[in-house]
């Protein structure tokens, strides 16, 4: 028994840990909306829709729904992530006309966010998700009241999308897991996160129609969300930033592709942790050490990105090798090193980006 203890919590300092979203999910959970809003006796509504989404089927019955609870709505889909703050204040503006008394987020974690940016800017209105990628988590983590999770919302994502979106909410679990903020709380969570996303992703890449593997992998990635509010994340998520920053590359292709590299210098640093990653990816660790097993997580996690059509190599997404220098640089500037496993300077930052390219 003392074991677990010791493993579920590494630090015998005092710690927090809070989670304010409400989550309805499940098959046809976007069937609670009119209950969520008329709760809060809500007659006027912000839609804020990802552009992507207008003629999208989760959007039709969205509306049917509205109009059939008698909800005024104004539409705001003018999302524009290269200048976000251009869009939220151009949608703070859009629900100030018009009195609206809550934010309907309808979208991926770009949408979601700019939803929760318009809700800062009006404390007093609720925001609710219907986040439709099981990637980034945004629709639990701060700002965001009621979050709706449903199969349908995902069922037209591309393959490729979706196995990003997937790499991206294991990535938040893996290293929110690994955090040196972790706590027995955060623990639960991203240990059942990992479980749902590396049991589901293939089959939800394979078939986005499986709503089974799609309920488990937008509750994989809630979970995880929920978590890495308390630990924050690590050097995968430094690297991955700093690409995105610099490339036109998805956040989840970035985390995809950084992942296996990153991972692999922090294994000496938390071989418990990692032999427990590794039996979760599948991976029969019988009759081995715990250092042979937690270094298996690092071939788990190279065979699941290869399973998923995530290419090997910063090179193949588009990162050029005159940038790995300032890649490090912001890497390093961002100082992960409070949450991971082990220190990084900026010259390890270097041998990782090299690595990866």
Known sequence: ?????????????????????????????????????????????????????????????????????????????????????RTVQAAFESGRERRVEALLAIGGSSTVDVAKAVGLLTPTLPVIAIPTAAGAGSAVSNACAVSILDPLTVSAMPAD?????????????????????????????????????????????????????????????????????VTGLGNVHSMATSVGALFPVSQGLAHAVCLPHAAAINVSASPERYARVAAILGIDGTGRSEARRAAQAIHGLRALCGDLGIPPRLRDIGVTEDQLDELARRSFAANSNCNNPRDSSEQDFRNLFRAAF
């Not at 992507?52 to 003018?78: E, G, H, M, N």
């Not at 909410?169 to 903020?181: D, G, I, N, P, T």
């Open 1 to 85: 028994m003392n074991e677990v203890l010791e493993f579920m919590w590494r630090d015998a300092g005092i710690a927090s840990f809070e989670c304010p979203t409400k989550i309805v999910f499940g098959v046809g959970a976007h069937e609670r909306l009119a209950s969520v809003l008329q709760e809060r006796a809500v007659k006027r509504l912000l839609v804020l829709l990802d552009p992507a989404l207008s003629d999208s089927a989760i959007y039709r019955k969205v509306t049917d729904l509205l109009t059939r609870s008698d909800i005024a709505t104004q539409v705001f889909s003018a999302i524009d992530t290269g200048d976000t703050d």
């Open 161 to 229: 999308l979706a196995a990003q979106a997937g790499m991206h909410a294991f990535v938040h679990a893996f290293e929110s897991f690994l955090s040196q903020r972790a706590t027995v709380f955060s623990d639960a969570l991203n240990l059942h996160a990992m479980t749902l996303l590396a049991g589901s992703v293939r089959g939800f890449v394979a078939d986005r129609t499986n709503e089974s593997a799609a309920l488990d992998m937008l509750c994989g990635s809630s979970l995880a969300a929920m978590s890495l509010n």
